[in-house]
């Protein structure tokens, strides 16, 4: 023992037909053990049998593996035709476990397992012929319709992992043991855990694109984090030790439970762990397909929601404040743990992949440094919900692997299991479920004063959502970014004279602000919309900010505005935003050596008020920019306020013919107007190309 069932597929080599036969091999191993698993299944109503209300019978994801290929290899282009249109759309999608008591009572014609095993092998067959015939560059990289291949064979070892979890679920007179599968023997007195100390210090996550190692795309980025010294359990959490908050009634008493904890405990009321078994003749563990005494030295296995009330349960028995560690702590401890990355593995260092059996094993069997189980065994729940890295982006052949997850919903795992194998044994995994799902997952606690991180919040309102990316978005059709531009054409006027303090005023979400203050010390940014202001003000205060575009109809895509992206996070500190109405403005916005008001007036409800109050709110010699497009339209200015856009003593009567002569009194026209052009994103393929006319006024 001690090889990993199905050895890690490097991207790289030397030799391409090599390689292409290594491919062919892992493919054809992976499909043929994730078929064995389901050999554990007796009779066809095993097949059949809802293991839990929230998740499709087990029939489901033996076809839905397969049917993953031909949808991603048609996808990649690798295919032209469907095997069986009828299966790879029955098969197509699984259920996200939403919530606890979000029953699926869909109803479903499932095929016969008899065809369903017909359509794998002439899926098998299918793929094999792609695999021998696809021309194959060395490395493989994320653009390379080889990606489509290793996709299908990792999403099939998640699935190996995911339906085995579905097994011990379903009743114990459904499954047989198997041979080659069995589960770990030995077990004995729990240790006594402890808590150990970690040294701080710098950790770095997220895979490049030429990476060695398949990776899923919330993989990729970079991420960084300072951490102080903290402390963590030298065990996984074991059964022995979690007996302790079962007998003291933990599950009884909301105390110890999270509002969501509380909520899922009410409405499950479980008592006990899910896979103990409570008999006459003591506990007992329900594992794949046996039942056996409780080996109370194995680590225990519970969803998220309770390791966290354990955790708060044992802090208050010791006065010390325990809680799952972050990401970023599991990462510590993986890189103070000595254990290189699967490409550097001889033989198993940790129970994973299969290599020792079909089961957790003791806590206290494999050492990593000063801690046991830092990988294997089990996964382990942290306290960090999933979130991207900076960088971040979809792969196109499978959009939607991990967007759906930024919900704040589900919570990171690491470290892989027994069972995990591929990508999933990889140091840079990143895998996340809602708090309420079980897996072969437990956890060990920690001691730490480090902040968890700031996870974003994508931002869907399509408003905020459109200016964000008007904002701080890529160049559409090689327009320029607009108000970076209207930024720098003030501070060019500007030139030659004092720029001590700047007015953004119809800031929106703050773009042209911060690219003032790069420039002035002292920057105010109004709006009227408050929504609006908030992003600036986040902005300002985490430096980042995230938020969804629309793509086509209810499709999505995900980004992040950062401001040291731009540049513009070393003066943020000089902008301060605030909700305001231009027409009318209080005292206090006064004194300015410039004001920008761009793209404003042909939104405001009285513009001739406004211009008619700006002077005052400019000292002598400073500088008004004025932007619009003039599209006066009477849903934002009533008609008998429009500046300009009409028929005047029966000549036409422009906006700039009205800003003369609002503003000759006060001021005088530096220069003749210009245009600058804009491009507004809505969709994917819908966009607003627009021209603002550029007006600057210096005060008299």
Request: glycine share 8%; aromatic share 12%; with cysteine.
């Amino acid at each position: 023992m001690g090889r990993v069932r199905i050895p890690t597929l490097l991207l790289d080599g030397t030799d391409a037909e090599a390689k292409r036969e290594e491919i062919r091999r892992t493919f054809h191993q992976t499909s043929l053990l994730y078929e064995r698993l389901f050999d554990h299944l007796t009779s066809p109503e095993s097949w059949y049998h809802k293991a839990i209300a929230l998740r499709h019978p087990l029939i489901f994801y033996f076809g839905h593996t397969a049917t993953f290929f031909v949808n991603k290899l048609q996808v990649a282009g690798l295919i032209r035709q469907r095997l069986d249109p009828a299966f790879e759309s029955i098969f197509a999608v699984g259920v996200d476990e939403m919530s606890w008591d979000d029953l699926d009572d869909s109803h479903y014609d499932w095929p016969s397992v008899e065809a369903v095993r017909a359509y794998r092998t002439e899926l098998r067959e299918l793929v094999d012929g792609v695999i021998r015939t696809l021309p194959l560059t060395l490395p493989i990289t994320w653009d390379s319709p080889w990606w489509a291949i290793l996709m299908g064979i990792e999403h099939e070892n998640i699935h190996l992992e995911t339906s085995s979890v579905l097994m011990r679920q379903l009743p114990l007179s459904l499954l047989r043991p198997l041979a080659g599968w069995e589960p770990w023997q030995e077990s004995g007195v729990p240790p006594e855990n402890a808590l150990l100390p970690v040294a701080g210090g710098r950790v770095r996550l997220g895979k490049a694109r030429d990476d060695r190692l398949y990776g899923w795309d919330n993989e990729y980025g970079e991420h960084e984090a300072e951490l102080k010294d903290f402390a963590a359990g030298r065990y996984l959490v074991s059964n022995g030790e979690f007996l302790s908050f079962v007998e003291a009634g933990g599950y009884a008493d909301s105390r110890w439970w999270t509002a969501e904890g509380d909520n899922w405990r009410r409405f499950a009321r479980p008592e006990h762990p899910s896979f103990w078994v409570a008999g006459a003749d003591g506990w007992k563990l329900r594992l794949i397909a046996a039942e056996r005494p409780m080996p109370w030295d194995w680590p225990v296995e519970v969803n998220c929601l309770e390791a966290e009330a354990f955790c708060a349960w044992k802090s208050a028995q010791g006065g010390v404040a325990l809680r799952l560690p972050s990401e970023d702590e599991w990462r510590r401890l993986r890189d103070l743990s000595g254990v290189p990355d699967v490409d550097g593995w001889q033989e198993a260092p940790a129970n994973i992949g299969l290599a020792y059996g079909v089961s957790p094993c003791p806590v206290q069997h494999f050492r990593h440094g000063d801690f046991y189980d830092v990988i294997g065994n089990v996964w382990q729940w942290t306290a960090t919900p999933i979130y991207p890295f900076g960088g971040f982006a979809v792969h196109p052949y499978y959009d939607d692997f991990t967007t759906p997850t930024f919900d704040q919903q589900h919570n990171l795992i690491k470290g892989g299991s027994f069972i995990a194998l591929g990508n999933e044994m990889h140091r840079e995994a990143r895998y996340a479920f809602r708090r309420h799902f079980f897996q072969h997952a437990g956890f060990r606690y920690v001691r730490s004063t480090n902040p968890l991180p700031e996870v974003p919040v994508y931002e869907s309102d399509a408003a905020i959502s459109q200016y964000c990316d008007f904002h701080y978005g890529p160049e559409h059709f090689g327009v320029g970014n607009f108000p970076a531009a209207v930024a720098e054409l003030a501070v060019q006027a500007m030139a030659g004279r004092p720029l001590r303090r700047a007015l953004d005023i119809g800031c929106a979400v703050g773009r042209s602000s911060f690219a003032l203050a790069r420039h002035c010390p002292e920057v105010t940014g109004l709006d009227f919309s408050a929504r609006f202001i908030q992003v600036g003000v986040h902005l300002r205060e985490q430096g980042s900010f995230s938020y969804t575009l629309v793509e086509e109809g209810e499709l999505l895509s995900y980004h992040t505005a950062r401001l040291a992206d731009l540049d513009l996070a070393a003066t943020s500190g000089r902008v301060q935003f605030f909700q305001a109405d231009a027409c009318n403005l209080k005292p206090l916005y006064r004194d300015y050596d410039l004001v920008v008001a761009a793209n404003l007036i042909d939104r405001l409800y009285q513009p001739r008020k406004f211009l008619q109050e700006i002077p005052k709110r400019i000292v002598s010699g400073g500088i008004l920019v004025l932007t619009s497009p003039y599209t006066w339209l009477a849903e934002h200015t009533p008609r008998e306020e429009w500046l300009g856009g009409f028929k005047r003593n029966g000549e036409n009567f422009t906006t700039l013919d009205a800003l003369r002569e609002l503003l000759a009194p006060h001021f005088r026209l530096l220069q003749e107007p210009l245009d600058q052009p804009f491009v507004i994103r809505e969709t994917a393929r819908k966009y607003q190309h627009s021209l603002a006319q550029v007006t600057l006024w210096e005060r008299l």
